[in-house]
């Protein structure tokens, strides 16, 4: 009984949002009635209003179904004479041409139909309706550009596309069309939404750090509504406040959206080595001794090797050399052992080496040593991938030699 009871508020609820949200829902139960009804006049009339409405709001969904509705208003599922057969065409037709504007797989039912349709027919009658069999829906390219498909055409393009810039400047097209469309219909201010937060992240990898920033900060300013993807993005802006040195910025942003990041499990260790990275730059060894997991050795290899060079920064922050030269050897070794982590390797032996001649530093030549690892440092950086460019731990080590 009260499970029932439940149940009937939640779909009540879910009803009423449908209601408030969608500008033509009310306009659509509405053409279900009177399509009951039976009253053709009132039906044709308020039928191809709101199938325009459906269009100019790029509501493709919407279309679809009318088209549904208009398909069996036609009488096409009780076909018994020669006009309702000709209604019926002309119906598919017209929905062929309709929905093909929006790219849907209902052009498959439509143009199934209209097979099926040749096939029940005689011969003499085929060749009055001047109906002939398609195998797939030909599209006039021309004819059906709109805003939403040349928008769909330019993220497909930029899903595939390898050149950062070039994705970026596909992300910045699609984003002018998706904008127009969201304009008309909020079904895709999330379209809208997935274009701002991909520019930023493209430019984040770009190296373009301030133009990241800046539309990530337009962005989360605008106060959003947080989808999965918002929330996966908070992850890049964070690390691209890191590469500006902006601190305590990564942190306001972690506890503005603390609720909704502890909710998300997924994003758990991403932020924990955020917060960590923020803390090995400004080497809070209190803050970061939290933040490195007790059983992060339990965790996929990047991010237990993220957090093992970040423990061998902290013993070296805390004075205890000697265990900061114990852990840097046994992470070379451990990263050598798996075989296929060449860049990890070699980052953890500059910091074996690093702490090696540190605690050596009286009796050798302490300024060169160093002078050559940030040579090797910089060799490695021409070459490594985008991720080594910007490793934390070699950002913290590069800083460190050049204030000897």
Sequence with gaps: MVYNLIKEYLIEKEVQNDRDNDELFNDYYFIKAIYQKKDKT?????????????????????????????????????IQNFQNIKNAVETLEKQQ????????????????????????????????????????????IKKYQNDLISYYKIISASLIESDIPKKIALMES??????????????????????????????????????????????????????????????????????????SEILDIIVKYKQELDANQRLTTFVNALQCNVYVMTENTERLRKHIPISFQDLPDTFAFHFRFCLCILFYLEGDNESAIRESRNLSDTIAYKKIFEEHLFVAKLFHKFFDKYDKREAVDFKKYTQQILKELDEFEKTCTYNFKIFTPSKWLRKKIESI
Excluded: W
């Design 42 to 78: 009132i039906f044709n009339k308020e039928f191809y209003s709101l199938l325009d409405k459906s269009i100019e709001y790029h509501d493709f969904m919407r279309a679809s179904q009318l088209c549904d509705i208009g398909f069996v208003a036609t009488g096409a599922q009780q």
């Design 97 to 140: 041409d309709i929905l093909g504007q929006f790219y849907t797989l209902k052009n498959y039912v439509i143009n199934n139909r209209i097979t099926n349709m040749h096939a029940i027919l005689s011969t003499k009658d085929r060749e009055q309706l001047n109906l002939s069999p398609r195998s797939n829906i030909e599209y006039d």
């Design 174 to 247: 699609g984003y002018g069309y998706i904008e127009k469309v969201a304009k008309v219909n909020r079904e895709y201010i999330r379209e809208k939404d997935y274009c701002v937060i991909n520019m930023a992240s493209y430019s984040y990898i770009n190296q373009d750090f301030d133009k990241a920033e800046t539309l990530f900060k337009n962005y989360y300013n605008s106060n959003p509504t947080i989808h999965d993807y918002t929330l996966t993005s908070l992850i890049n802006y964070g690390n691209c406040l890191l590469q500006l040195g902006k601190y």
